[in-house]
Nanobody
């Protein structure tokens, strides 16, 4: 069974950076697109970024492009989300999720069958 574990969250001041990791086990990462989602208190879960199974295609949520960068290392079975110039509104629980490669890279939640437990990102001074 595919399992995903996020790490790298924490407390950071506005303008700071964090790098989140999503490590996959139970299968090879090559078959899966990986999406990052986040959920702030009282708000719906929203798509942050995704990367296709081949790594050739990436997408980002509005206002995130240029600040966030997604990448993957299939040899390490890990996907990374580098987050720079963090803002208070980036605060939330960040989840990574896997969808089968044939679905392509998207923020369509039903495509993602396997989810991690989430990691908290707090941006505050």
């Amino acid at each position: 069974q595919l399992q995903l574990v996020e790490s790298g969250g924490g407390l950071v001041e506005p303008g700071g950076s964090l790098r989140l990791s999503c490590t996959v086990s139970g299968s090879t990462l090559d078959y899966y697109n990986i999406g990052w989602f986040r959920q702030a208190p009282g708000k719906d879960r929203e798509g942050v970024s995704c990367i296709s199974s081949t790594g050739r295609r990436t997408n980002y949520g509005d206002s995130l492009r240029g600040r966030f960068t997604i990448s993957r290392d299939n040899l390490k079975n890990t996907v990374y989300l580098q987050m720079n110039s963090l803002r208070r509104e980036d605060t939330g629980v960040y989840y990574c999720a896997a969808s089968y490669g044939g679905y392509g890279c998207s923020d369509y939640v039903p495509n993602y069958e396997n989810w991690g437990q989430g990691t908290q990102v707090s941006v505050s001074s």
